[in-house]
């Protein structure tokens, strides 16, 4: 069973690879917003991943955000996911995502995962190669 209320943190270092300017996001050294989102989606994903089987993962459906402040290379950063509501069930779960810098809030918002199967997920995948 999947809980809601459940969190998961991630934190990392702004580096040069992680600025906008090294993605080709916005032309400035600060901290990239798909590095953002990346680190939301990540903390969503392995949050829910403790509570799934081995042979099933999660796969990103929607990401809703906004990036509310810069943060310079060498500072550090968290995201947050928090698991806020599992669907009857069990296969969409939303999440409440946020980041912050040593200064404070830097991004937020929400963000859908698909429980999926692993094998018939990639099966599907790859299938499309063959049509």
Not at 31 to 51: S, V, W
Not at 73 to 86: D, H, L, S, T
Request: net charge negative; charged share 20%.
């Amino acid at each position: 069973m999947i809980l809601i209320g459940t969190k998961c943190q991630l934190e990392d270092t702004v580096t040069e690879s992680l600025t906008a300017a090294a993605t080709g996001s916005g032309a400035l050294p600060v901290f990239g917003t798909p590095f953002m989102a990346a680190m939301m989606e990540n903390a969503a994903m392995l949050g829910l991943q403790t509570f799934l089987d081995e042979d099933h993962s999660s796969v990103g459906t929607r990401l809703s955000i906004t990036h509310d402040a810069p943060t310079p290379i060498g500072m550090k950063v968290w995201a947050e996911a928090e698991i806020v509501n599992v669907s009857e069930n069990g296969k969409m779960v939303d999440f409440t995502v946020r980041a912050w810098d040593e200064k404070g809030p830097v991004g937020s918002g929400t963000h859908t995962r698909a429980v999926i199967h692993n094998a018939r997920f990639l099966a599907k995948c790859n299938g499309k190669l063959e049509a």
